[in-house]
């Protein structure tokens, strides 16, 4: 490797008396103060949340307004932070989404423990629970803390779902018995 | 109207004498107080946040408009923070040696307050006879006595650092007091070729700060005497203890500084008697350099009578909010000296500066005859 030798030029005499530099830094702060300022005006301005941004961790509903959780339990073998807890159950017989094989009787999130990680998210074979953007999230006692499913449901709504999996599946199940093909 | 500026400034009257005593000390106070809003707004405006603009009093924050400006302006934020340091405990520690611990702050402030006396702003005429606005007529002396007085705020700070029988207090007070020796002498010197500028062979009222205020209504000494008037400038950052030259605080490397054990109201008062100390520097900057209340150089005054004389005391205030702002504005400029470097420029820079420039004004003087 070659050696590059930086040339140091001594100082003038103006960069000496540190006069103009001073002067210079002078503008730089003028400048920015003549600018507008940056501050986010917090409880009464809302930050705009980027698309992506992982937020309370929630659970979503279908386009027909069933739940999407088939109580795999994915989720929670994955969480690092052991943040979830589900008991799976059964979906009743005259229910409209009988079709799905499982869905959780309970499925609690408890957000003091929650990292906001994602990989609840990433790991859902079902699309079921997204990290959406609400980011402030507070409660008086360590129970209200704890989201349960009516609360996850509340919070998550329902997303569009172009894939309709168990939908098709049951039609497809229909097709069979009905003796198609 | 004329009759009454008249007597409140010049009546011996003792409820005329209390009154101009009392309110100038209200002005002054009010105005260290409302120059640590400036401070505030104007490092927010600096870093691009926006500064207190949330302090209102639910009563007063009721009216329309005015209450919504009072806030946004910050402008109650000076009473909060005076309130906040009133009720605090005012704790003593343990280890201090308690009288002197007592006494700092006052020592600090009273300097800044009793140099007011000799402060002149104005001038008005009267049954044509020019007076100034000042608590003291005519008084010789007036920049000795401003320098001599109020170089003693630094016993404040010394026996702060002392008294409260700490390291750090004790660094901040060992250099403020090391930095106010070496920065008054160049000060001194700047000060000197004013004064030969000002007293002409055969004239009264050499050192009078009113004579050199009026001896500035052509053009100002910063425009005839440039280098006397930044050495000055740099003395007067200097002496406030002000960035870039804070030794005694520098809280990066001292803590607090001086007034590191002090708390609540004690500390609210070395604030004051800072804030208080840069009014008195720039003052004596805008009286000795700036052309005090003349309006612009070759035009000493616009309007006749009170009006002219209020118009100048205006620009005398405009001058003095301006030279405040210039502290704060270079306070976020320069980062801090190092503690050598402070001595470094003072004796081995300002002063051979301060010294030749005397040198060549008493030559130029005494060539011109």
């Not at chain 1, 930050?47 to 739940?67: A, C, H, W």
């Amino acid at each position: 490797m070659a050696i590059k030798v930086v040339e140091r030029r001594p100082l003038t005499l103006a960069e000496r008396t540190y006069l103009p530099q001073i002067l210079a830094g002078l503008k730089v702060t003028w400048d920015n103060m003549v600018r507008p300022s940056v501050t986010l005006q917090y409880p009464e301005e809302r930050p705009t949340i980027p698309k992506n941004y992982r937020g309370v961790p929630t659970l979503v509903m279908d386009p027909n307004g069933r739940e999407k959780c088939v109580s795999c339990q994915l989720c929670e073998f994955v969480c690092p932070p052991k943040a979830i807890r589900i008991t799976p159950g059964e979906i009743s017989e005259n229910a409209t989404n009988a079709h799905v094989e499982k869905a959780p009787k309970e499925f609690e999130i408890n957000m003091l423990r929650c990292i906001y990680c994602g990989l609840c998210q990433e790991v859902c074979p079902e699309e079921a629970i997204f990290l959406q953007s609400q980011y402030s999230l507070t409660g008086l006692t360590r129970e209200s803390m704890v989201n349960n499913k009516v609360k996850l449901y509340e919070l998550g709504g329902t997303l569009p779902d172009g894939h309709h999996k168990w939908d098709k599946k049951k039609e497809e199940a229909e097709k069979q018995a009905g003796g198609g093909h | 109207m004329e009759k009454l500026l008249h007597d409140l400034v010049l009546s011996p009257e003792w409820y005329f004498t209390a009154a101009r005593g009392l309110t100038l000390i209200l002005i002054v106070m009010t105005l260290a107080g409302y120059s640590v809003l400036l401070e505030r707004k104007a490092s927010a405006w600096i870093q691009g946040r926006i500064g207190p603009n949330r302090t209102i009093h639910p009563l007063i924050g009721w009216i329309p408009f005015v209450g919504t400006f009072l806030a946004k302006g910050g402008f109650i934020q000076p009473a909060a923070d005076g309130g906040k340091f009133l009720f605090k405990e005012d704790a003593l520690p343990g280890h201090v040696r308690k009288f002197y611990y007592v006494l700092a702050p006052i020592i600090a402030l009273a300097p800044a307050l009793a140099v007011l006396v000799m402060l002149p702003f104005g001038e008005f005429l009267y049954e044509g006879k020019r007076y100034a606005i000042s608590l003291t007529q005519g008084a010789d002396v007036g920049v000795l006595f401003m320098f001599a007085i109020s170089s003693l705020g630094v016993y404040g700070i010394a026996l702060a650092g002392w008294s409260a029988n700490s390291k750090f207090p004790f660094l901040g007070a060992v250099r403020g007091a090391a930095q106010l020796i070496s920065y008054e002498l160049a000060m001194g010197l700047s000060v000197l070729t004013v004064f030969l500028a000002t007293s002409a062979p055969g004239q009264d009222h050499g050192l009078s700060l009113v004579a050199m205020v009026n001896a500035q209504s052509g053009a100002w000494n910063i425009l005839t005497q440039p280098i006397a008037a930044l050495v000055f400038l740099i003395c007067v950052f200097a002496e406030t203890n002000r960035h870039p030259f804070d030794m005694p605080e520098s809280e990066t490397d001292l803590v607090g500084g001086f007034h590191t054990e002090y708390g609540a109201f004690k500390f609210g008062i070395f604030f004051v008697a800072e804030y208080s100390h840069m009014i008195i520097g720039s003052t004596l900057f805008i009286l000795m350099f700036l052309g005090g209340w003349h309006v612009l150089p070759w035009m000493p005054t616009v309007g006749e009578g009170w009006i002219g004389s209020l118009i100048g005391v205006a620009t005398f205030f405009f001058k003095l909010c301006f030279f405040l702002f210039f502290f704060v504005w270079v306070r976020w400029t320069l980062p801090r000296f190092r503690y050598d470097q402070v001595m470094r420029i003072g004796w081995r820079v300002l002063l051979p500066i301060a010294v030749l420039n005397l040198l060549a004004y008493f030559a130029w003087y005494a060539i011109r005859g």
